[in-house]
DNA sequence: GAGCACTGC
């Protein structure tokens, strides 16, 4: 059992000056400080309201020991990295980017001075591929006191804070830099690592780290009373719109948050509330009291998702029904009564099939009790659950499968590999991913061509890892390159890295359809991607146009700035920027070069199957192939997402004429790839 | 003949 150290009231100064807290924690013989010198790892559990992040750093870098450490943390959102600096940098009375700054992606606001650093994870991620022993945390001694040679560096690896909030879930750079700390902290005396996080995990990270001391710092939220239903519930959106207006009628003032899986049920809830409130209004002679019901999730325009943050009018009661947008990313205050439906939906890959989908889950345990939090941020609150406490208690992971779990690890193996890992299967993992998932994705760089025969990387391998982008896109670029159309080619590519551009109003669907269509390059929707973006060039970037046009102002802007990261990136390769003018068959070799692993042939009638596994692919109705008349005999594709069927999202047709072979030759070799596999387990087997 | 939980480099 690892140690457990309750401080209580330690950081509870929340709020007053960090010289008042350096004050009482001198004068006070049991500090932090004092057990971060006697331990390279602790683990903080910091509750809501804690501090941790705001104060813990300045902590660190004004205790006498520290001083001259850089005093990295790192923090799951952008605005949570940009905000903690600024809050931070003020209360330091230093301008921001100077003592205390933030790195995220599209800026970086540090310089030499910066002792503090707050960042995103995957900001961290990529400065250990410059640096893998992360040196620029590294302390200088200007004094050759035996005691400073183990102390100055400290790496606060914050994974469960947005802003001063807990979250729960550890995204797929937060599991890679854990493996990565791990070793650094083990070469690195001088380096020092505390890790926060949430009461349930706690002693699984002590124990990643070899059973370092956990800290407790409490925190300033209100208690939640929790409600379970009795039976469980068939219908929950029937059953929260019942629960909401019960509440409405009968309880006290204060917000209402419910929470449903998806924009779908979100549309639904709203309008069976808005029907009830209404048929209450007509049929009874008591005053029914104004609701204000409020949708909220991410592919909402800006404008209406501003909305649940403006105040209700007077007498009137805010509902907002929303996804797990409001379960982390975004913070409502007011809300007294939360009504959770038990349910989320998540992102799972198939290795074997190349596929993704988005399904309903029941949500975890550490997710529910995050939401039902949200109650009790204002006042004492209430947190109605749509299910029994007996599925809490026994149905419920306690966490939620982490995302290295279910998702594709191209950009994993890639930047591992560039770590000099060589063998992923032994790298320490703290929740390792399925073994067929890392070789899958190893065997998929292979056949673009990063990884030679004996699993080392290559030279387009070793430039591939400059791009963050996931393998294929960045081999596409890199074959652009060869094929002079790098112009084209990084258009495609940041297009692909931002969500659809098309917007598609249920109301309005087929006008936006045929605005749509009017962009459709024939048998391509890569290059359609293309033509839509120099279109919306030729008419200076406007927003209006793209309003006229069905196209999301927000995603293109995205892509233009994405576009110009990327742009950077090249320069610094050296690699040219060249257009192929209007020869748009040679960027089409280049996509296909990046989807040897997507590749389809025709089975049927807008049938196709994986050349490689055999597995069905559609083409989608709003594809650029979809209504030619004809069905071309093969097509690459982008991704292949599990709705309704199988649909492969974003397809090129294979050129009548063209020599390229959509079917690699890497058939064969897949064949090989698994015999040698075999021939290593069965040595291994031999060796026992 | 049809879909979109949410981040991040």
Not at 20 to 41: A, F, K, P, S, W
Not at 46 to 60: H, I, P, V
Not at 67 to 81: D, E, F, L, N
Not at 165 to 172: A, K, V, W
Request: include cysteine; proline fraction near 5%; hydrophobic fraction near 40%.
């Amino acid at each position: 059992m690892p140690l457990i150290l309750k401080l209580n009231g330690l950081f509870n100064t929340f709020g007053a000056s960090s010289s008042v807290i350096i004050r009482v924690l001198t004068e006070d013989g049991c500090v932090v400080n004092q057990v971060v010198r006697e331990n390279q790892v602790i683990v903080v559990v910091g509750e809501t309201g804690s501090g941790k992040t705001t104060q813990l750093t300045q902590y660190l870098h004004e205790d006498v020991y520290t001083k001259g450490a850089i005093i990295g943390c790192t923090q799951p959102r952008r605005v949570a990295a940009m905000s903690v600096a600024k809050r931070v940098s003020e209360e330091m009375e230093t301008d921001l980017g100077d003592k205390v700054g933030y790195a995220i992606r599209f800026e970086d606001v540090t310089s030499p001075n910066t002792v503090i650093k707050y960042m995103t994870d995957g900001v961290l991620l990529r400065e250990t591929l410059k640096d893998a022993d992360l040196d620029k945390y590294r302390y200088a001694p200007s004094d050759s006191s035996q005691y400073f040679i183990f102390f100055g560096i400290f790496c606060t690896l914050d994974l469960f804070n947005l802003m001063d909030d807990g979250t729960h879930e550890r995204s797929l750079s937060t599991d890679v830099l854990f493996g990565i700390l791990k070793k650094v902290v083990s070469r690195r005396r001088d380096f020092k690592l505390i890790v926060t996080s949430a009461t349930l995990n706690a002693e699984k990270f002590s124990n990643f780290f070899g059973s370092v001391p956990i800290f407790h710092i409490p925190g300033r939220t209100f208690p939640v009373n929790i409600l379970y239903s009795q039976t469980p519930c068939e219908d929950y959106v029937e059953a929260a719109v019942k629960q909401a207006l019960t509440i409405h009628l009968t309880s006290p003032p204060g917000d209402i948050l419910i929470f449903m899986t998806g924009q779908d049920e979100i549309e639904a809830s709203c309008y069976a509330l808005a029907e009830r409130i209404q048929q209450l209004v007509s049929s009874s002679s008591r005053a029914v009291p104004e609701l204000s019901i409020l949708p909220i999730y991410s592919q909402l325009p800006a404008d209406l998702q501003a909305k649940i943050f403006q105040p209700a009018a007077a007498g009137a009661r805010k509902c907002i029904v929303a996804t797990n947008i409001a379960e982390t990313s975004l913070t409502v205050d007011g809300i007294l009564y939360v009504i959770d439906s038990g349910y989320g939906k998540m992102k799972v890959y198939n290795p074997r099939m190349g596929m993704d989908a988005l399904q309903v889950f029941p949500v975890s345990r550490a997710a529910a009790d995050q939401r039902a939090g949200r109650a009790g941020r204002t006042g004492p609150g209430t947190c109605y659950r749509l299910y029994t406490e007996s599925a809490y208690l026994n149905e419920m992971l306690p966490n939620p499968v982490p995302e290295i779990q279910r998702t594709n690890l191209g950009n994993v193996v890639l930047l591992l590999k560039s770590l000099r890992v060589d063998n992923l299967l032994d790298f320490d993992f703290m929740d390792p991913p399925p073994q067929e998932n890392i070789l899958n994705s190893m065997y998929q760089l292979w056949v673009l061509g990063a990884l030679n025969n004996v699993g080392g990387l290559t030279e387009i391998g070793w430039r591939m890892v400059e791009f963050p982008l996931d393998p294929p896109l960045a081999k596409m670029l890199l074959m652009g390159d060869r094929l002079r159309c790098t112009d084209e080619v990084l258009t495609i590519v940041s297009m692909l890295s931002v969500p659809s551009v098309f917007f598609r109003p249920k109301d309005r669907a087929e006008e936006s359809d045929a605005a749509r269509e009017k962009f459709f390059v024939p048998e391509s929707d890569h290059l359609t991607l293309l033509n839509v973006y120099q279109q919306w060039r030729v008419n200076q970037y406007r927003g209006d146009w793209c309003n006229d046009h069905f196209l999301h102002v927000k995603g293109l802007r995205k892509a233009r700035e994405v576009r110009s990261q990327l742009l950077d990136i090249l320069k610094t390769l050296q690699i040219p920027l060249v257009s192929c003018g209007m020869d748009w068959d040679v960027v089409r070799k280049a996509v296909c070069s990046a989807y040897f692993h997507n590749a389809a042939r025709l089975k049927g009638v807008g049938e196709y199957v994986n050349c490689r596994n055999g597995t069905p692919c559609h083409l989608h109705p709003s594809s650029a192939l979809y209504g030619l008349g004809y069905t071309p005999d093969h097509v690459v594709y982008h991704e292949l997402v599990l709705t309704t069927k199988e649909y492969m999202q974003c397809a090129t047709a294979k050129l009548h004429n063209s020599s390229v072979c959509l079917v690699h030759p890497s058939v064969t070799f897949l064949r090989e790839f698994e015999r040698r596999e075999r021939e290593r387990e069965r040595e291994k087997e031999r060796g026992r």
